[in-house]
């Protein structure tokens, strides 16, 4: 998946959801905290086409200065 990205002129790096938390310390971590992209703050019920956590793949947190 990485060379794809990369091949594409895109580079990524996957990291797993703790190693995303750690970009969050020192920070006021707002909930639900890091957790997958679609999950974060759901405007909607999840229905028929909500995503599954693997198809979105991407890890979401919003962190404020204390």
Known sequence: MTAIYTGAGTPVQFRAQKDVARFFEGLDLLDPGVTVGHRWRPTVPAGPETPTDA??????GVGIKP
Do not use: D, E, H, M
């Open 55 to 60: 198809q979105v793949s991407l890890w979401t």
